[in-house]
């Protein structure tokens, strides 16, 4: 019995990165910081309890099967959740503080991110695959 890994349907995923760009754009455009927390609690939701609203509110919309979905690796993605938490909840707290400059540079960094893996290449997964690489071969020396 070969068990299966663990994976999200991909509209979920694009959802989840729609509501980063699209929270992180608003927050530029008003100034409304706190607009940061949406994908910020969400996200803290997912990697905490499993449980990322946002996607779980899109799967009510899926017309197919999960499984008829292109598959994304659980694993991938909870680590590209990590960096997105990290940067979103920086971003927030220098937002807060008026440390304006800091807090575009780290939303600016989750933005693109998101948004370059809307259109097909996934920087979180290069990052995580280059680290991987870098693990294995310092295991082996």
Excluded at 12 to 26: D, E, G, M, Y
Excluded at 51 to 67: D, E, G, Q, V
Excluded at 73 to 94: R, T
Aim: aromatic content about 14%.
């Amino acid at each position: 019995m070969s068990k299966h890994p663990k994976s999200i349907p991909q509209p979920l995923v694009r959802t989840n990165q729609w509501t980063i760009v699209i929270s992180i754009l608003a927050t530029w455009i008003s100034g409304w910081e706190w607009l940061l927390a949406i994908p910020l609690i969400t996200g803290l939701m997912g990697l905490f309890f499993g449980f990322n609203p946002i996607m779980r509110t899109a799967a009510l919309f899926l017309k197919k099967h999960k499984s008829q979905y292109t598959p994304e690796d659980w694993d991938q993605q909870q680590f590209n959740q990590k960096i997105a938490v990290l940067c979103l909840g920086g971003g927030l707290i220098s937002f807060s503080f008026e440390l304006n400059t800091l807090g575009y540079i780290l939303t600016a960094m989750v933005f693109l991110a998101a948004f370059i893996a809307i259109l097909g290449f996934c920087v979180g997964c290069f990052i995580r695959f280059q680290w991987q690489q870098y693990s294995a071969k310092r295991r082996v020396n």
